[in-house]
């Protein structure tokens, strides 16, 4: 397990977020925390520590009157800690090339791929062709339907697609992908404990890097993900974490994961 942090930006500032709050519409997002650093502070901040593999997200789209600044928050973090941290929000085939010349060691991709709820097999070719599978990470936000499966989600999380995450599934798109970041979408931003099923759907797999985003809000949590995971997944921590206001501290966070 290593720890994969986060740098969120929105509107302009790093802030963690409920999730399934956020809205294009007036760039409206319910706020867990608004930090007063910028990004480029976490950015070296995480560098000083050696830990590599966050990610930093533009939570604002191309269209938003906020996006400029988001982006050149982002370019600030990339600047301070070059080949040390990924990217996502908004990447596309005509903008990832800029993100990783900035230095970013990989783009990660969501909407572009995932929208209006099916899964863009053309746009990943284009996206993987122009970058490289080495450089590309695989965004699957996912939510549990009423037969149990869990099934990769698009459009701000609100339209199922009928891709139910599996070991199949999983291999098939690694040949686009050099990791994946999984959201569980129903406890993202709650703080609220772990999707323990997709957990282990996860851990049972392990062939590339995972990194699992959702509920951990405790160090209790943090142990459960570790079991059900076999020990095979990255984690990333935002609104319970130290740093953005919540009560597991970051330190104690490091020891847990290189234990």
Request: aromatic residues 10%; charged residues 25%; contains cysteine.
């Amino acid at each position: 397990m290593e720890f994969r942090p986060c740098i969120d930006i929105h509107n302009g500032k790093v802030k963690q977020i409920v999730g399934s709050s956020l809205k294009d519409a007036g760039d409206q997002a319910e706020e867990n925390f608004v930090s007063t650093q910028d990004a480029a502070f976490y950015a070296d901040f995480y560098k000083k520590d050696g830990i590599s593999g966050g990610h930093i997200i533009l939570l604002n789209p191309a269209g938003s009157g906020y996006y400029e600044a988001t982006k050149q928050q982002a370019f600030a973090a990339l600047l301070a800690y070059p080949g040390g941290l990924q990217v996502g929000g908004g990447i596309h085939a005509d903008n990832a090339e800029e993100f990783l010349q900035k230095g970013a060691s990989h783009v990660i991709v969501t909407s572009y791929v995932f929208s209006d709820g099916r899964v863009n097999y053309r746009n990943l070719e284009q996206l993987q062709h122009r970058v490289g599978r080495e450089h590309l990470v695989l965004d699957l936000s996912c939510r549990k339907k009423e037969d149990g499966g869990y099934y990769i989600v698009t459009d701000r999380w609100q339209k199922f697609t009928d891709e139910k995450v599996t070991h199949d599934l999983l291999d098939h798109l690694m040949g686009y992908a050099d990791e994946f970041l999984i959201h569980a979408v129903d406890v993202e931003g709650k703080a609220s404990g772990i999707e323990t099923g997709l957990v282990s759907l996860l851990g049972t797999w392990g062939k590339i890097p995972v990194t699992y985003a959702g509920g951990v809000g405790s160090f209790d949590d943090l142990a459960l993900l570790k079991e059900k995971g076999e020990d095979h997944l990255n984690v990333t921590i935002g609104s319970a974490l130290d740093l953005f206001g919540g009560n597991m501290e970051y330190r104690k966070v490091l020891d847990f994961v290189r234990s």
